[in-house]
């Protein structure tokens, strides 16, 4: 799904260097849609009820389009659905994160973790940067990215990768992402201490039996089409709370926006 086509022209960005500056040829996919760049997070000591629908960070797609999760409140309980939100970052803010991409070498390594530093956190995430091309995925993962201070000069050029990211989401007009599919995992409900939540009926076409089974006895599907408008309006009613009344039992949902070029339940949770 993430394997993109390479364009018939390159973008020619112009990169400052220390030397004074150099040409970047970069090779942009035809299709507008597709993902050129992720900041993903794996692994790592979280509570089971985080692993159920952890999200990416970032995906940047070849129109400019930055996917990011946006801010959260402090109400409590929440809303089931996590804040997605979408712009759509400047020409110099691409050739910024492109230029980053090509001095880390990330066009030449298929996966590789640095884990530098890392003795310094212990249970810290992996945070994932993925630049696709013409040959596919190329990922660099960073153990406990922005957690320590110092570390490689690859570690290094990964955190201001994503600082460029972050600044270019705060800097964009921003607006609410319009997922045209949704992740939506069910199961045992998560206790709540203080928040009972309502129970509201089954929401799904499918029968919670009948949904692929995932891990931690939760189940996993990914939604499209004209259900997904339906359920948005359901879930964006519900708070994180509610559970769901399915032959008898009540269930508790997860349930979060795909992003773009994303395989939905690709990574069962584990306890924390």
């Known amino acids: 799904m993430h394997r993109l086509v390479p364009a018939a022209v390159s973008l020619l960005l112009v990169a ?32 089971v009820e985080a692993n159920l629908d952890r999200m990416p960070r970032f995906v940047l797609t070849a129109d400019r389009s930055l996917v990011f999760a946006g801010p959260t409140t402090l109400e409590f309980p929440g809303p089931l659905l996590p804040n997605v939100l979408v ?12 230029e980053l991409v090509s001095e880390l070498g990330l066009p030449d390594i298929d996966e590789h973790i640095d884990e530098s530093g890392a003795e310094m956190v212990a249970d810290a995430p992996t945070d994932f940067i993925t630049y696709y091309d013409e040959s596919g995925p190329h990922r660099f993962g960073v153990v406990g990215l ?7 000069t690859d570690r290094l050029l990964a955190e201001e990768i994503v600082q460029t990211l972050d600044q270019a989401a705060a ?69 994180a709370a509610t559970r769901w009344a399915w032959d008898g039992d009540e269930l508790g949902i997860k349930a979060r926006p795909l992003f773009p ?4 339940c690709a990574g069962a949770p584990v306890g924390g």
């Open 171 to 239: 800097a964009g007009d921003s607006r609410p992402y319009e997922p045209d599919r949704l992740q939506v995992a069910a199961g045992p409900p998560i206790p709540m201490d203080g928040a009972g939540g309502a129970v509201e009926d089954w929401p799904l076409e499918v029968p919670f039996d009948e949904m692929p089974d995932w891990a931690l006895g939760w189940r996993c599907i990914a939604v499209e089409g004209a259900d997904v408008n339906r359920l948005l309006d359901i879930f964006g009613a519900a708070d």
């Open 261 to 264: 070029g994303e395989e939905a």
């Open 146 to 152: 922005g957690m320590v201070e110092g570390g490689s």
């Open 87 to 98: 712009t759509t970052i400047s020409e110099e803010a691409l050739a910024e994160v492109i």
């Open 16 to 47: 400052a260097c220390g030397s004074g500056g150099a040409r970047l040829a970069l090779t942009l996919p035809d299709d507008p849609r597709a993902v050129v760049l992720t900041v993903t997070s794996e692994g790592g000591f979280l509570p």
